[in-house]
């Protein structure tokens, strides 16, 4: 299966969501205002840049209807349209399809159906002022660059036995 249409939103002036970086964060949705999509069949997922302060459509990519049919093969366009997502938000995801997308560093939500998108920014966002919960705060930490130098600060402490 492939990506039937793909809209990116692309930003030509400063940075729009202020200071704090943004996490992005999908949303398995039919309508574009709710989750109503099971994971392996999402017809399409809403991508958003959410920092503590500002949310915003980034990317919103379709894919044709499909039945959830245990085919594995549409598994691969679906995660990969996930590029750079910390979390998607569905219905349900199979066990094969959390399993892949832990691999790539996105955690599945279950949310009810029809949970609206806007309360799940709100919560989201209420969650990154006040403190980040286990999976955020890994999602988080993954995304902070490595430092290079540790090691070389570690060395110039000396080894005593």
């Known amino acids: 299966m492939t990506v039937e249409r793909r809209l990116k939103v692309v930003s030509f002036?400063?940075?729009?969501?202020?200071?704090e970086p943004a996490v992005k964060v999908a949303f398995a949705t039919g309508d574009m205002r709710h989750v109503d999509q099971h994971f392996g069949a999402a017809q399409s997922f809403a991508i958003y840049a959410i920092d503590p302060?500002?949310?915003?459509?980034?990317?919103?990519?379709q894919f044709g209807r499909l039945d959830m049919d245990g085919n594995e093969d549409k598994l691969a366009a679906k995660?990969?349209?996930?590029e750079g997502c910390i979390a998607v938000y569905c219905q349900a995801a199979g066990a094969s399809a959390v399993n892949q997308l832990r691999a790539k560093g996105v955690q599945p939500i279950k949310v009810a159906?029809?949970?609206p998108v806007v309360e799940l920014i709100a919560a989201l966002q209420e969650e990154l002022?006040?403190?980040?919960?286990?999976?955020?705060?890994?999602?988080?930490?993954?995304?902070?660059?490595?430092?290079?130098?540790?090691?070389?600060?570690?060395?110039?402490?000396?080894?005593?036995?």
């Open 13 to 19: 002036g400063g940075d729009a969501m202020g200071n």
């Open 129 to 161: 002022r006040a403190g980040p919960s286990a999976w955020l705060a890994r999602a988080l930490e993954a995304r902070q660059p490595r430092d290079g130098q540790r090691f070389d600060a570690m060395e110039s402490e000396g080894w005593n036995e």
């Open 113 to 115: 159906e029809g949970t």
């Open 79 to 82: 995660i990969a349209a996930l």
């Open 53 to 61: 302060q500002h949310s915003n459509l980034v990317e919103v990519t």
